[in-house]
């Protein structure tokens, strides 16, 4: 895991992040204002997520106070703070998707993964967020994983979709 966010382990199971990645972006927008959502944007896109040790480094560099970083990071749901699953499920939970069954579909993926809304399957190859919309009423209910739109969903087609990922995953199709 450490390899993936662009860390090591210094020996005592604590990344040690490497920052080279972040230079060039910090070099380009540390000295133009209003750009601290582009910085965090291609610092989560460098590490997954947002680890308080960049925050720390993106503050350290920028001289924004870490307590506004974390503000902004908070503020907007694009950003995390906690790495995320292989996979990243988006259930719609709009209006069309409530009304043609989005809580059972979140059912069926809290049942299949073993995870709750927010959480990420053990193994670290899921993690289910609930969205407002995703803009496909006509699909409704609807879910989408790594960018893949899956429409017209039930529960058993969901978990098929889900076990289908995992079964590439633990034959080594997927890469």
């Known amino acids: 895991?450490?390899?993936?966010?662009n860390c090591a382990c210094n020996g005592s199971d604590l990344p040690v992040f490497d920052f080279s990645k972040?230079?060039?972006v910090l070099s380009k927008y540390k000295k133009t204002p209003g750009s601290l959502i582009t910085i965090l944007q291609k610092a989560q896109d460098i590490y997954g997520y947002l680890p308080k040790e960049a925050i720390n480094y993106i503050s350290?560099?920028?001289?924004?106070?870490?307590a506004k970083i974390y503000g902004v990071v908070t503020f907007y749901t694009q950003f995390r703070l906690e790495p995320i699953g292989?996979?990243?499920i988006m259930l719609c939970q709009g209006t069309a998707c409530h009304v043609n069954g989005a809580k059972m579909i979140e059912e069926a993926i809290c049942e299949e993964l073993e995870i709750q809304e927010g959480g990420t399957t053990k193994d670290g190859l899921?993690?289910?967020n609930n969205v407002a919309c995703l803009g496909c009423c006509s699909l409704s209910p609807v879910m989408m994983i790594n960018g893949?739109?899956?429409?017209?969903?039930t529960k058993d087609s969901t978990k098929k979709i889900l076990k289908d990922i995992r079964d590439k995953e633990n034959s080594g199709e997927v890469k």
């Open 1 to 5: 895991m450490c390899e993936k966010n």
């Open 22 to 24: 972040l230079e060039p």
């Open 60 to 66: 350290q560099e920028t001289g924004i106070k870490p």
């Open 86 to 88: 292989k996979y990243l």
């Open 126 to 128: 899921f993690t289910l």
């Open 148 to 153: 893949e739109t899956y429409g017209k969903l």
